[in-house]
């Protein structure tokens, strides 16, 4: 079967890899001389174990380490063998050797850049660790920052073959920062051979060299692309296959690009480049979308620096070579799957999925960089403007995405779009989930549940729909001024049950305990503060599988994480669940506060956005307190029921900031307790003057509307309270109470003959 995705191939064999078999035997023979001496060294004659300098622990080495290269392997032997005293001993004394560049180069080519940000990041070696990366790092820099030894270097590329293995081996120690001066070098060769060479020379600098690399596929000279694409597919990874399947499939690519690309992605994906006519558009598109939700789901974050930032590369166009910048990781991992997805899209336009992709991509980098409290960047070229240029249809879908995998930040980007977006239609269920923004209300994070709530009030719904009792519940859950989250726990042992509940309660949730997986659904399913379920493996009446199906199959609890807990050896009874379901995980039953730490952090962090700072939660509450009233004014009474919201709201009057609408809220409620709490508003003493008047204004015309509500004692209350009152408005406000409870005949006779008649005027 022939298929217009299939890569043709040319087989004919290039004069590069022709230097790839000759310089590489060359190589090797050049290496043995310098590793032999090394091998030949003899063993150390003392067999006794040292002790460090301060005699507190023994160490395990035959002898005590003297050169700056063996102190170094001693502090990388100390850290895999868990001795931290050690390590950190014998990382002083490597630092009080101050080793030159040298030295520290030839550290970083022996262990790699890695080990050094490893052991910065390690607070056992802190701060030490942190001053040897910086002087690697500055080392390196130096090194690579020379062009005149760089292009000495490049130089001696064409001499004999000891003096060019030599040479290589020095701009290997260089490893990523050479390769923009090898890029330049390449672009200004005229002559095929040395063009060879130079391309030979990146592909023996090592994995190092990829970021760099990748970058410069930007470049518009196909020639370059050609080059970079031979050198990736050799020194790639099945990872960097993702970046080179766009140039291999798309027919618009020139011949020699595509070839290039195809070799590569089968050299490192399919084991050999003759297997490269295999390839289709088909797998290019699933490849590059599994690697762009990667991306998304922070799975391909490189490992930041004590600075928090990591290298970041892209090509110049003004220089035509590739320059680095330091840069978030999570930004940088963003980037990288925002390039991938919008390729993919190249491939396949009208794929909605796709489309979706991207929406979220684009929205989850500007939420990213954007601060809680400021709404996301408008205008031409933001991401809100693509997402709604996208339409409703794409963003209700990247919504949903982000729901289904637990990508909070994605999900709050997509809301704040759709609050421009959204319709009164998109309330009614579509799938077995339900709507996906009647869904939000019960993801389990504030700022998702909030924004669904202000989307789906300013729909301006006109009748009930599944979900609309929660809008009011996340609403008032804001004028609190503490959100701890919930977390429903079952298992059939309850002393293990209890146990487990008490580090769930250390951890920063308030822990409910259910004795099996029906009262557990029923639990979760009844509350809008659940945002956690732990489940023992072995809980019983509903086995695991079917509290599990349960709780996914009910748009109340379908977005909520699950966490199972149990032996290693239970693992394998969930493997598939996990595979399919992003939001449930497995953890060993923990042993202290610090085990189930280190397991529940780490699955929450990609679920849950950051904790609500104090600004953020006085903003949701000022919002919360408008959206509240405006839903009590009319018709919307009818969809929503306010009354879950009126301890919130007589809580929220005590706020000056918020009163006021508080009051006007807390009088659209059509129950006694409402009355009773605006009359008590009133009536208080220690409040000011404004909050009281207007309380009692609003109580007037909640009795006008409603009728007397308050008992005896509160009316008594009341009418003392207008007697002794001294401030003349609300004394004014509190008679306009008295006058809307329709006093009988003789009470208005009482109150007219007490009346004093002021003199003419």
């Given at each position: ?190 002559d095929e051979a040395t063009r060879e060479l130079l391309t ?257 009030v300013e729909t301006d719904p006109t009748e009930s729909f ?296």
């Open positions: 079967m022939v298929r217009d995705s299939l890569i043709p191939v040319v087989r004919t064999e290039s004069p590069s890899k022709r230097l790839f078999s000759m310089f590489g035997i060359t190589i090797a023979i050049g290496l043995s001389f310098i590793v032999s001496p090394v091998m030949a060294q003899p063993e150390p004659d003392e067999p006794a174990a040292a002790a460090i300098a301060d005699g507190s622990e023994a160490s395990p080495l035959l002898s005590e380490p003297t050169t700056p290269d063996a102190l170094f392997d001693a502090v990388v032997l100390m850290i895999d063998l868990a001795r931290p005293r050690l390590a950190r001993a014998y990382l002083q004394r490597l630092l009080s050797a101050k080793p030159d560049d040298a030295a520290l180069l030839a550290m970083r080519d022996k262990h790699g850049p890695a080990v050094f940000l490893r052991m910065a990041n390690l607070e056992s070696l802190q701060p030490g660790s942190v001053t040897l990366l910086n002087r690697m790092t500055a080392a390196f820099t130096r090194f690579a920052g020379d062009e005149k030894r760089i292009d000495r270097l490049i130089d001696e590329l064409r001499g004999a073959p000891s003096v060019r293995d030599a040479a290589i081996l020095q701009l290997r120690s260089g490893g990523a920062l050479v390769v923009p001066r090898l890029i330049e070098t390449i672009g200004d060769v005229k030979y020379t990146l592909a023996r600098l090592g994995p190092e060299v990829i970021p760099p690399l990748l970058a410069a596929l930007d470049s518009p000279d196909t020639n370059l692309q050609t080059i970079v694409l031979e050198v990736l597919g050799r020194v790639g990874s099945r990872k960097t296959a993702v970046h080179l399947w766009y140039f291999a499939v798309d027919k618009n690519k020139p011949p020699g690009v595509r070839v290039s690309a195809a070799e590569a992605v089968a050299r490192l994906t399919l084991g050999n480049s003759r297997h490269a006519s295999s390839l289709s558009q088909q797998m290019a598109l699933k490849s590059m979308e599994l690697g762009a939700r990667n991306r998304l789901a922070g799975r391909e974050m490189l490992l930041a620096g004590p600075n928090g930032k990591v290298t970041s590369w892209y090509f110049d166009p003004m220089t035509m070579t590739v320059k680095r910048t330091d840069a978030d990781p999570k930004d940088v991992a963003l980037h990288a799957g925002c390039r991938i997805a919008q390729q993919a899209l190249v491939l396949s336009p009208e794929s909605k999925r796709l489309q979706a992709l991207l929406v979220s991509l684009l929205l989850a980098r500007a939420r990213n960089v954007t601060p809680w409290t400021e709404s996301l960047p408008r205008g031409v070229g933001t991401a809100y403007d693509a997402a709604i240029l996208s339409g409703g249809s794409v963003v209700t879908e990247s919504l949903r995405d982000a729901l289904r995998t637990g990508n909070a930040t994605t999900a709050a980007g997509a809301l704040e779009v759709l609050r421009t977006l959204a319709k009164r239609n998109d309330l009614k269920s579509k799938t077995r989930r339900g709507s996906a923004l009647a869904s939000a209300l019960n993801y389990p994070d504030p700022r998702v549940q909030f924004a669904a709530a202000m989307a789906i599944r979900g609309a009792s929660r809008i009011v519940q996340v609403l008032s859950r804001t004028l609190e001024s503490t959100d701890q989250p919930v977390a429903i726990l079952a298992g059939p042992k309850p002393a293990q049950v209890n146990a487990l509940a008490g580090l769930v309660d250390q951890s920063g949730y308030r822990a409910h305990i259910s004795s099996n997986g029906r009262d557990l659904f029923r639990e979760a399913s009844s509350r809008g503060d659940v945002q956690l379920v732990v489940v023992d493996a072995n809980v019983i009446q509903w086995s695991l599988s079917q509290t599990i199906a349960n709780l996914r199959a009910d748009s109340r609890t379908a977005w909520l994480p699950i966490i199972v807990v149990g032996d290693p050896a239970m693992i394998s009874t969930v493997t598939r669940m996990i595979q399919r379901d992003p939001l449930l995980t497995y953890i060993q039953r923990p042993g202290n506060l610090e085990g189930l730490k280190v397991q529940l952090e780490r699955f929450v962090s990609g679920v849950k956005s950051k904790p609500l700072s104090a600004a953020e939660r006085g903003e949701m509450a000022r919002a919360a307190i408008d959206l509240l009233g405006y839903l009590g004014e009319g018709r919307r009474s009818k969809v929503f029921d306010l009354r879950p919201a009126e301890a919130g709201l007589h809580s929220a009057i005590q706020n000056p900031d918020l009163a006021d609408g508080a009051i006007f809220a807390l009088a659209a409620i059509p129950t006694a307790s409402a009355q009773d709490r605006l009359a008590t508003t009133a009536l208080q003493p220690g409040l000011k003057a404004g909050p009281r008047e207007r309380a009692a204004a609003q109580l007037a015309f909640h009795i006008q509307k409603h009728g007397v509500l308050l008992n005896r004692s509160r009316i008594e209350e009341t009418q003392n309270a207008h007697v002794d009152e001294r401030n003349p408005e609300v004394k004014s406000a509190l008679a306009g109470v008295l006058g809307a409870m329709s006093p009988t005949p003789a009470k208005v006779g009482q109150q007219l003959r007490s009346f004093e008649i002021p003199g003419p005027r």
